[in-house]
């Protein structure tokens, strides 16, 4: 294969028909391939049925767990998330199977009703505005934009999100009242926030007062090499100086366990935990103690957690590989029309092709049988100002399928490419 930035345009058209009756031959398969969520495949969730072993239902202290109360959540439940995410028991809120609501549910009240510092609700500030990371996880972002929170976009880096625009922004702005954080293993691009990105988040100045950080660890144990990369504690960095009612962290055991009958948690200081918990109360007696305690006897500690997410690791890495290897097959020799991540841990590997690509890319696998992410959906209001990312998920589908996949996707990515280049030579 040549470079495709140095083809003259009689190289691109020839190129072109090559490609054509590559992806008619993808056509003629007839596949059904599905890589547009980052879901545990059914490999994964086996690992965890003998959770369902137990059928214990008293708690340490006696409670029993088929009744009502508890609203935080049980005791054991508390420690076992408190020592994965490196908090104490009594900061941390047990609820459901979705940390996605916990966020919802925050934003919700500090749109009604605000928090213990607020001016007032969010919802009576002239446009209430969050920074959000770019590319970042398009749920987060479904949220504000559900409320009419207007949403700036902050680049993102390899360290973390571009601090000085957080913190330049943040420090002038008293209607920006949060920002989206996936700090380890970011969703998509599998980055880490730095040392030195938490701690600045830890210690910035804010015009709002009730400027909150939903810190969302979603993949917190969820390691894809041997190195286990671990961030500061945001919860107990932000004590020296202040700060930590403005932090909420999350996590959960939907891609550890079960995504739809598995356990959340929140994080938060001793007075968030308290104004949480009255504002829940209105809304919820307790949540599923019977599941926290199932997790808990399955899970143990967060050694066990880390044993169990092995078990993951071995199962996802052939198909992480996958892709990153036909991609360095079948783009690179191209030049420089494609780049992509390579993860040390979480869910997913984001790809950059050329700027104006990325949808033309995204209907050409689906015209052939997969879909993808749709282009865009990694930023506010899914629009991607370059039209040059997508978000490719490699864990629900076989390794077989994987690999099916990636070939398709080096097709779409070429086809797309050359149509462009021919284009911009017309």
């Given at each position: 294969?040549?470079?495709y ?10 190129e072109?028909?090559?490609?054509q ?6 056509q ?5 391939l ?34 009502y ?22 900061n941390?809120?047990v609820?459901?199977?979705?940390s ?13 009703f605000?928090?213990?510092?607020s001016?007032?609700?969010w ?13 970042g996880y ?6 504000t ?16 999100p571009?601090?000085d625009?957080?913190?330049k922004?943040?420090a002038?702005?008293p209607s920006?009242?949060g920002?989206?954080?996936?700090p380890?293993y ?5 980055y ?18 009730d ?6 660890e ?7 090499t ?10 107990e ?6 700060n ?12 550890i366990?079960?995504?739809?009958a598995?356990v959340?948690?929140?994080a938060?200081s ?7 918990c ?6 919820i007696?307790?949540?599923d ?8 006897h ?14 993951h ?8 590989d ?11 020799p ?5 780049h ?11 790809l950059?092709v050329?700027p104006?690509c ?18 865009g ?10 039209d040059s990312?997508?978000?490719?998920a490699?864990?629900?589908p ?17 086809l ?11």
């Amino acid at each position: 294969m040549a470079n495709y930035l140095e083809m003259t345009r009689e190289e691109l058209m020839e190129e072109e028909r090559r490609l054509q009756k590559a992806y008619k031959a993808f056509q003629d398969l007839d596949l059904h391939l599905n890589m547009a969520r980052g879901k545990p495949g059914p490999h994964q969730m086996d690992l965890a049925m003998d959770l369902f072993k137990t059928t214990n239902y008293t708690a340490e202290d006696g409670t029993d767990a088929r009744n009502y109360g508890n609203l935080e959540g049980l005791y054991e439940a508390r420690k076992l998330f408190g020592d994965v995410m490196g908090v104490k028991p009594e900061n941390v809120f047990v609820g459901g199977n979705s940390s996605l609501q916990l966020m919802y549910f925050l934003v919700s009240i500090g749109y009604t009703f605000g928090f213990p510092e607020s001016p007032c609700p969010w919802s009576q500030v002239d446009h209430p505005k969050f920074l959000c990371p770019v590319p970042g996880y398009d749920r987060h972002f479904r949220i504000t934009e559900e409320f009419g929170i207007d949403m700036i976009n902050v680049p993102m880096t390899p360290e973390g999100p571009d601090m000085d625009m957080v913190e330049k922004l943040a420090a002038e702005d008293p209607s920006i009242k949060g920002i989206w954080c996936v700090p380890q293993y970011s969703n998509p691009d599998g980055y880490t926030y730095s040392d030195e990105t938490v701690r600045r988040f830890a210690s910035m100045k804010t015009a709002a007062p009730d400027f909150k950080i939903f810190w969302d660890e979603a993949y917190i144990v969820h390691h894809l090499t041997d190195e286990i990369i671990e961030t500061p504690v945001l919860l107990e960095e932000s004590k020296p100086y202040g700060n930590e009612d403005r932090v909420f962290m999350f996590t959960s055991t939907s891609k550890i366990t079960f995504p739809g009958a598995g356990v959340s948690a929140l994080a938060c200081s001793d007075r968030m935990m308290k104004y949480v918990c009255k504002r829940f109360e209105v809304m919820i007696i307790s949540y599923d103690k019977m599941n926290q305690l199932r997790h808990v006897h399955f899970l143990k500690n967060k050694a066990g957690v880390l044993a169990h997410m092995l078990k993951h690791r071995r199962r996802l890495v052939p198909c992480f590989d996958a892709v990153k290897t036909t991609f360095a097959q079948k783009l690179t020799p191209c030049g420089d029309i494609a780049h992509w991540t390579n993860p040390k841990g979480g869910y997913f590997i984001s790809l950059y092709v050329m700027p104006g690509c990325a949808k033309r890319v995204a209907q050409l696998c689906k015209e052939a049988g997969l879909v993808l992410t749709g282009a865009g959906a990694a930023f506010p209001y899914g629009k991607d100002p370059e039209d040059s990312h997508l978000r490719i998920a490699p864990t629900y589908p076989s390794l077989s399928e994987v690999e099916q996949a990636s070939e398709l996707m080096t097709v779409c990515v070429r086809l797309a490419t050359v149509e462009h280049l021919l284009a911009e030579k017309a």
